[in-house]
């Protein structure tokens, strides 16, 4: 094992915009939109809170992207091939509350609502995970 | 022959620290029927409002997960990792780190799905219930800990299994993801407690 530059406070790090953060904060408006939605069911709350929410998550999430999609200098290949397989992995777990949604008879503003919200949650964790694996990779994969 | 010859061939015959082999995949494999086999269980029990099932989902993916967090939080990473040597810690790591990331999501997945619609079945989504202030407030809870799962524990996790496969891997960075993994699973397992008190509450009541 190595005591590489990669592991001081990094150089690197701190040309990358902060993309962790910033969607953490996109999960806090989604899942805010979410608890309120889902303390509501079967009942028919005013949408407004939630949709502003969402709009707010939404915006987040594509601010995230815009800011990550300008760094040149970054292990794309190992981010890409992340991003994927988490992708795979949370449509299968956002299927599965969709279906339990549907299931539940929800109300169809609220059951759309739910699922533009989980839909904007699956954008979102990807590009964080994919971001949080990529970051400490080479910027090109190794030769064979 | 010079001391630094004879340190040197010293240490050719010295069994140096073998580096932990990498995991064969990111994920066991061999884990990923068995994920198949829950997930499959419990959509039949939210399909077939089997409330037993449904309680049995709740009850012990809620304590499967709520015992691995504090225990790792609490117990493996303060008293054993932090006490173990270097290439012992890297050892475990590559051995630990895999399994925790089949695991965990699985748990998570078990409790909350069944969780909600036990919930439901129940009526305590109802805001008219007397309980439905306790319910809300594990929902704040659980988002809590979502927040800082996804955008903590997880992503130490995944780089900790993606930093062992390079051919030199950074031990520094390694050992800074791992205590972050440790002491995040200390403080989601702490905040378990407070779930644990609300669902003490609503069954007891």
């Known amino acids: 094992m190595t005591a590489s530059v990669a592991s001081q406070p990094d150089l690197a790090d701190e040309r990358l915009p902060p993309v962790v953060p910033v969607g953490c904060v996109a999960l806090v408006l ?5 608890i309120y939605l889902a303390s509501f069911i079967p009942g028919h709350p005013s949408l ?3 949709i502003g929410l969402l709009a707010a998550a939404a915006a987040t999430v594509a601010a995230n992207a815009g800011a990550l999609a300008r760094v040149r200098a970054f292990a794309w290949w190992r981010f890409w091939q992340v991003w994927r397989w988490t992708m795979f992995a949370y449509a299968i777990i956002a299927g599965m509350l969709i279906y339990t949604f549907v299931y539940d008879r929800i109300p169809s503003g609220q059951l759309s609502l739910l699922v533009a919200t989980l839909a904007v949650f699956a954008l979102d964790i990807p590009v ?3 971001f949080s694996v990529a970051r400490y990779q080479p910027p090109h994969p190794p030769a064979p | 022959m010079s001391v630094a010859t004879s340190a040197a061939s010293r240490l050719e015959l010295e069994p140096q620290p073998a580096r932990p082999r990498p995991p064969a995949s990111i994920v066991p494999l061999a884990g990923l029927p068995v994920v198949g086999v829950v997930l ?7 399909a077939g409002n089997w409330l037993w099932a449904l309680d049995f989902f709740h009850v012990v993916g809620g ?3 709520t015992s691995l967090d ?3 939080g609490l117990v493996v990473g303060p008293c054993v990792i932090a006490r173990l040597s270097i290439p012992a810690r890297a050892e475990f790591t590559a051995r630990f780190m895999p399994a925790m990331a089949l695991i965990m999501p699985t748990l998570v997945t078990m409790t909350l799905a069944s969780g909600f619609q036990l919930a439901r079945h129940l009526g305590l989504l109802l805001s008219s219930d007397p309980h439905h202030a306790w319910i809300v407030a594990s929902f704040f809870l659980v988002g809590v800990m979502a927040v800082i799962a996804i955008g903590v524990l997880e992503p130490a996790n995944l780089a900790v299994l993606f930093e062992l496969r390079k051919p030199e891997p950074d031990g520094a960075l390694i050992a800074r993801l791992m205590r972050r993994f440790v002491y995040t699973a200390g403080i989601t397992g702490l905040m378990q407690i407070g779930t644990l008190i609300i669902m003490t509450r609503l069954a007891s009541t």
């Open chain 1, 30 to 34: 989604a899942i805010g939109g979410v």
């Open chain 1, 48 to 50: 407004a809170p939630a």
């Open chain 1, 128 to 130: 964080m995970l994919a």
């Open chain 2, 40 to 46: 499959a269980c419990l959509v039949a029990a939210i």
């Open chain 2, 63 to 65: 304590a499967l997960w």
């Open chain 2, 70 to 72: 504090l225990f790792i």
